[in-house]
Antibody, heavy 119, light 106 residues
Framework: EVQLVESGGGLVQPGRSMKLSCAASGFTFNNYDMAWVCQAPKKGLEWVATISYDGSSTYYRDSVKGRFTISRDNAKSTLYLQMDSLRSEDTATYYC????????????WGQGTLVTVSS | DIQMTQSPPSLSASLGDKVTITCQASQNINKYIAWYQQKPGKAPRQLIRYTSTLVSGTPSRFSGSGSGRDYSFSISNVESEDIASYYCLQYDNLWTFGGGTKLELK
């Protein structure tokens, strides 16, 4: 059974940094691209970033380019999201997602971790 | 960037009704659209991929269609467990979600 478990969320001040983790199990982690998707309170879903199966390629939505960094450790089956220069508008639940492996939609999701950016 | 315009933002239905949600892309997305269901406090759940292919476990009352820029998602015979929000996702060029549709009981 595919399991994705996010951690690392919480309250952080504007301008500070936070690093999210996503522990994966139930599949061969280094065979799949992975992504982060966020959802602001009572708002819709927004794609944040994607990393290829081997970490060689990364993709970001415009609003986080230069501030967020997606990475992975295939030996630990763990996905990361380093978030720097956080803004109040980054407040959201962040979901880790495994892509499908073929044609690449978001096939499996974690339960999410809430990041609140506030002074 | 591809934009996805989803409508309506909210929908009220009675049990047994058929409801339809539409998504229009800002350019041709070659049928690379998926649909998700999300219940409050829960992660999204995939229902349909590649316009009309039901994901394993998706009830047959759910369906999808479309091509080019215009796509639709339908639920026939709405059941109480279908009360949720629904999102489209284009994955032809990077990834973009529609704004969502909240389905409520009339």
């Amino acid at each position: 059974e595919v399991q994705l478990v996010e951690s690392g969320g919480g309250l952080v001040q504007p301008g500070r940094s936070m690093k999210l983790s996503c522990a994966a199990s139930g599949f061969t982690f280094n065979n799949y691209d992975m992504a982060w998707v966020c959802q602001a309170p009572k708002k819709g879903l927004e794609w944040v970033a994607t990393i290829s199966y081997d970490g060689s390629s990364t993709y970001y939505r415009d609003s986080v380019k230069g501030r967020f960094t997606i990475s992975r450790d295939n030996a630990k089956s763990t996905l990361y999201l380093q978030m720097d220069s956080l803004r109040s508008e980054d407040t959201a639940t962040y979901y880790c997602a495994r892509l499908s492996g073929v044609l690449n939609w978001f096939a499996y999701w974690g339960q999410g971790t809430l990041v609140t950016v506030s002074s | 960037d591809i934009q996805m315009t989803q409508s309506p933002p909210s929908l009220s239905a009675s049990l047994g009704d058929k409801v339809t949600i539409t998504c229009q892309a800002s350019q041709n997305i070659n049928k690379y659209i998926a649909w998700y269901q999300q219940k409050p406090g829960k992660a999204p759940r995939q229902l349909i991929r590649y316009t009309s292919t039901l994901v394993s476990g998706t009830p047959s009352r759910f369906s999808g269609s479309g091509s080019g820029r215009d796509y639709s998602f339908s639920i026939s015979n709405v059941e109480s467990e279908d009360i949720a929000s629904y999102y489209c996702l284009q994955y032809d060029n990077l990834w973009t979600f529609g704004g969502g549709t909240k389905l409520e009981l009339k």
